[in-house]
């Protein structure tokens, strides 16, 4: 890799950071960003993948008091996490309506080429079908609706887990079980649900967002898929 591929990918990952980021681009996104994805859509996204986080630690941790356990619990929740926040992501920025301008008018360019080769053009056609084809704007709402059930029914069982938490803590006050070792985190259910959800937070925000984002930038730095195909899509894409 040469000194400015470097510094260009160094550029793409700071700039993906302030528009990608689930976290950090609610305060850092530019103006523009928001005609594809909402600030009221990214904070949806955000609720439904915390609490995601919050009822996967309650179904999974309750019977595990070792650290290792809790640590693997923390991982699984990032598992489910880690999609869920992707697919909404990708579903509100393609259905919206300005993204549905933006496609239409880039794949007109695409098609009405001429100085691409007709063999290249089909190359062509076809990464942007996979990449970059918009969907339907009806699927936005239906997203929205979807993320909106979802955070009432998780926020329903995780009061349901509440509660059984507190049932267990006043066990474990009665029978002074509550002795931390080396290898365990505490005999309090509800406090291991709460690092669980931590761990599980921080995997997200300061793991999982970031990597993904450096993976993407250093992948288009490096192999430049869309500089192959010669295509670049209007609209700051």
Known sequence: IGQAQKKGICRNVIERMKEDHQWVSIVTRKPLATKYYTSVQRLLTLGSVVLTCLLSNAIFVASNDNVVANLLVSLSSLALMAPIGSIAVLVFERSSSSYHRAAFLAESQLLNEDRVPEGRRGCKQ????????????????????LLSFWMVVASFLILLYGLKFDQANETVDQTGSGINSLVTVSGSPSLRWVL???????????????????AISIWGGVVGVQAILGFEFIGGW
């Open 126 to 145: 076809l990464w942007f079908v996979l990449t970059r084809k918009p969907i339907p704007v009806v699927v936005n709402k239906l997203a929205i609706a």
């Open 196 to 214: 669980c959800t931590l761990l599980g937070v921080v995997q997200h925000a300061f793991l999982e967002q970031p990597g993904r984002i450096i």
